[in-house]
């Protein structure tokens, strides 16, 4: 039976970083639910909850050299920056959380990084 990894310390430094940053947003995601007040619908806060714990649950893949799981997480950290876009300008909610914002797109840049993509392009499957 292979071994199952949370975090794999033989990936570049910006993917272990990447994976440790989503399992963050998974916990904040859990947190961000329970303390929604009533100002945002329901779908909304839901969509707030289930795209970081999904990034979370993808992270585990990651740690695991799943090529799939790359581009899923490349795709939820990117949905968040349109949920939050859509937010403003559909329920103007102003995302007032910017230590929240900095990390969505360290995540971002840290799975686009050249060293991820080419280190995913050649060792995952």
Partial sequence: MRNRHWINHS???????????????????VLNLISTGTGI???FALLLFVIPVAQGVVAIYL????KWAWSVAVGLAVSIFVLLAYGA???????????GI???IAM??????????KYVKIWFH
């Fill in 11 to 29: 990936h570049p430094q910006t993917l272990t970083i990447a994976i440790v940053f989503s399992y963050i947003n998974a916990v904040f995601g």
């Fill in 41 to 43: 619908p329901l779908v």
């Fill in 63 to 66: 740690a695991n050299d799943k």
């Fill in 89 to 99: 300008f559909v329920y103007s909610i102003v995302a007032t959380n910017i230590i």
């Fill in 102 to 104: 900095a990390f969505d």
């Fill in 108 to 117: 971002v840049v840290l799975l686009l990084h050249d060293h991820t993509r």
